[in-house]
Nanobody
Framework: QVQLAESGGDSVQAGGSLRLSCVAS?????MGWFRQSPGKEREGIAY????????DYADSVKDRFTISRDIARKTIYLQMNGLKPEDTAIYYC?????????????WGQGTQVTVSS
């Protein structure tokens, strides 16, 4: 099991930026970010891999959010620019040996992001 700890959530105004961080107890093939708003299903938004495979993004965040990964620090980041009120959610870090959306997935506790108009 991988322990994950997110940080960086905050309240910002629309158009603002935030940077989330997630530190893992060990590296996994895939580490990524999900988010969940009240009444909605958890949504995978950005995945980063240990291999040369390029990150994957959900259409809802493509061109606004950037995921990066520091293997040595066992940390991933999510740079969020151009934030919109619909980005308001709890953001969760996830890690999995087979992928971020398949097989065994470990989860962080989540960090709240609130975007006001």
């Amino acid at each position: 099991q991988v322990q994950l700890a997110e940080s960086g959530g905050d309240s910002v105004q629309a158009g603002g930026s935030l940077r989330l961080s997630c530190v893992a107890s060990k590296n996994n093939y895939c580490m990524g970010w999900f988010r969940q708003s009240p009444g909605k299903e958890r949504e995978g938004i950005a995945y980063a891999y240990t291999s040369p495979r390029k990150p994957d993004y959900a259409d809802s965040v493509k061109d606004r959010f950037t995921i990066s990964r520091d293997i040595a620090r066992k940390t991933i980041y999510l740079q969020m620019n151009g934030l919109k009120p619909e980005d308001t959610a709890i953001y969760y870090c996830a890690a999995g040996p087979s992928g971020c959306d398949r097989g065994t997935i470990d989860w962080g506790q989540g960090t709240q992001v609130t975007v006001s108009s």
